[in-house]
């Protein structure tokens, strides 16, 4: 696998399209519903997986930019002024930003996650055994055949429901929070859901990716994508179809919202719900309209397939610059398999040979046709001797 410009380009290009088409499905009432949330979460998982991985791998296939946009993309690539001794381009003093603000990002989230847990252990309240919190989560652990091991914690200062932690289960509530039993019990359902469904792994798993490319705005709207993603399972599996459960599960939701919103500040945790109105709407449409209007099969398999091939295609094909050095541009115009072979030195480099001449020793092939003849310097070596 090959990492360069050139990966790093066909990544963003195509998971921004990924992210374009998310956010029209999402902003749509009538694609949203026709499609549901299984077909958003597909394509989030694609996106993520094309963001997780910026390489070339050996079956892909170039394809050259236009010459005016290869110089450009060559004066990047190529260094251009000397840092302490280092020959440096553009794009190398970008790559060492990009690591510094890779590292800010980790920091910066270590410290956000042990300043909550230092909340939570200053002013939580252990009440995992408390009646009204102990049956109604070893009756809903029972309905889905799993294992009670949530703690519950009260917490002053706390702005509304929350799970988190992905190891020991914490179910956080607001200790002024006074709700009828029926309501704290779709309120348990709701956060048990998401840590049974491994929400909170896959949310972390996001935020890395959004610090991985934490220069680019779009992965910070795939987040909050993800995060109404994760809400419209839940709440679908919460009212199973049923209209009165429906309903008691919206008042609910509404009352949460209006008394207790959480602001969303603790990037660990996932809460029961936002303080963003359309948020909230966007959950209350769907479970109104969604369950009782005709999925649409063909648009479906049609978006389904045009995600897939785009995603293909990506790892197929990388778009890269075409570019020749001096020696090389003063004798011909472009090397071919006919006409260049490389000799394999064994230390990371290769020396270049065009028609029969030394050329150059390169670290990189990334300005190469990918279908050269490589030589291995032992087989050189053996005929020599």
Not at 286 to 292: A, H, I, K, V
Not at 346 to 367: A, K, P, R
Request: glycine share 4%.
């Amino acid at each position: 696998m090959n990492y360069s410009f050139s990966t790093v380009f066909i990544t963003i290009l195509i998971s921004n399209l990924f992210l374009l088409l998310l956010t029209i499905m999402l902003r749509n009432k009538k694609i949203l519903i026709n499609i549901g949330y299984k077909l958003l979460a597909v394509f989030m998982g694609l996106t993520l997986m094309r963001l997780l991985f910026p390489f070339e791998f050996p079956f892909s296939t170039n394809i050259y930019f236009p010459k005016l946009l290869s110089r450009l993309v060559s004066y990047l690539r190529h260094p251009g002024f000397i840092f302490f001794g280092w020959d440096l381009s553009i794009w190398n003093f970008f790559e060492f930003v990009w690591i510094i603000g890779i590292l800010a990002g980790i920091l910066h989230y270590l410290w956000k996650w042990n300043s909550f847990r230092c909340v939570i252990l200053a002013n939580g309240i252990d009440v995992s055994g408390k009646k009204e919190y102990a049956i109604l989560l070893d009756r809903i652990c029972k309905e889905k055949k799993r294992i009670n091991k949530f703690l519950v914690y009260e917490i002053p200062c706390l702005t509304g429901p929350m799970i988190c932690s992905i190891g020991k289960p914490c179910i956080l509530m607001p200790s002024s929070m006074h709700v009828t039993p029926d309501d704290l019990y779709y309120i348990l359902c709701h956060e048990t859901a998401h840590y049974f469904h491994r929400d909170l792994l896959t949310k972390l798993l996001i935020h890395m990716v959004c610090i991985l490319y934490w220069w680019n705005p779009a992965c910070w709207f795939l987040k909050k994508q993800a995060d109404i993603v994760f809400e419209l399972r839940v709440d679908q599996e919460i009212t199973s179809n049923k209209s009165s459960q429906k309903v008691a599960y919206l008042q609910c939701l509404i009352k949460v919202a209006k008394e207790h919103a959480y602001s969303g500040t603790y990037q660990s945790a996932i809460s029961f719900c936002s303080r963003d109105n359309s948020s909230i709407i966007l959950r209350y449409q769907y479970l109104l309209d969604g369950q009782e209007s005709k999925r649409s099969h063909l648009l479906n398999f049609v978006l389904l397939i045009l995600m897939i091939g785009l995603y293909l295609s990506s790892n197929f094909i990388i778009f890269e610059a075409y570019y020749l050095p001096p020696e090389i541009s003063q004798v011909v115009d472009v090397p071919t398999i006919e006409n260049t072979y490389l000799i394999d030195n064994g230390d990371g480099t290769y020396d270049v040979f065009l028609d029969g001449e030394f050329i150059e020793t390169t670290e990189s092939l990334e300005y190469y046709p990918n279908n050269l003849i490589i030589i291995e310097k032992s087989q050189v070596n053996q005929n020599e001797e």
